[in-house]
């Protein structure tokens, strides 16, 4: 079974700096999904940025960038020029790439930015 | 367009009676799950709904605990006898099959008393 593991449950930034979630996963699999999810006081989960384990390229979308070591199954998120509404727990997720499609979560990193 | 949509938005319950939660996918999308967010076990997931296939259960914590999905489309998560251990925050996702980009709902927070 896959597991999916946040080692910081709290995590501070002030407005403008540049933060980095840590993620590490377990799985025997070679290929499958990874995931970013947001989640602000409203509860809606917000897709940031997801990264296949096929692709070596790093993704990022905006301010958001993956640091992805398949080797070291480490996976950190990277929020640049930090704002205000980034703040809000942030979930790391595996999926595996056929049949079943449910996504594993880790506990959760709860950011916040200050001004 | 228009998102997954959940209701109620919060629901207090009296231990011991039924609830149902209502999930309106985003149209078109053929795949719908249930996670439940509780602090004690962060997020998990409960069942899974593709098409016509049979729905997979596995994650569905006791037989107190079922799902259906209607024509394709709408899915009703119904907890029987609620217990304390229920009270949580239950999320829809749906996906258009592929595998990755799941988009989930605002969520029903259910609170049993």
């Known amino acids: 079974a896959q597991t999916v593991t946040q080692s910081q449950p709290e995590m501070s930034v002030q407005e403008a700096e540049t933060v980095t979630l840590s993620c590490t996963y377990d799985t025997s699999e070679n290929n499958y999904y990874l995931f970013w999810y947001k989640q602000p006081p409203s509860r809606q989960m917000i897709l940031v940025i997801r990264?296949?384990?096929?692709?070596?390229q790093n993704a990022t979308e905006n301010r958001f960038s993956v640091n992805f070591q398949k080797a070291a199954k480490s996976f950190s998120l990277k929020i640049s020029d930090s704002q205000l509404g980034d703040t809000a727990m942030y979930f790391c997720a595996f999926q595996r790439p056929t049949g079943f499609q449910k996504l594993v979560f880790g506990t959760g990193t709860r950011l916040l930015v200050s001004p | 367009g228009a998102g997954v949509s959940q209701s109620p938005s919060n629901k207090v319950t009296e231990k011991g009676k039924d609830v149902e939660l209502r999930c309106d996918p985003i149209s078109g999308h053929t795949a719908l799950y249930w996670y439940r967010q509780s602090l004690g076990q962060g997020l998990e997931f409960l069942i899974y709904f593709q098409g016509n296939s049979a729905p997979d259960k596995s994650g569905l914590p006791s037989d107190r605990f079922s799902a259906e999905r209607t024509g394709g489309s709408v899915s009703t998560l119904t907890i029987q006898r609620t217990q304390q251990e229920d009270s949580a925050v239950y999320l829809c996702?749906?996906?258009?099959?592929?595998?990755?980009?799941?988009?989930f709902g605002p969520g029903t927070r259910l609170t049993v008393t």
């Open positions: 990264q296949e384990a096929y692709k070596q």
């Open positions: 996702a749906s996906s258009s099959g592929r595998v990755y980009e799941q988009y």
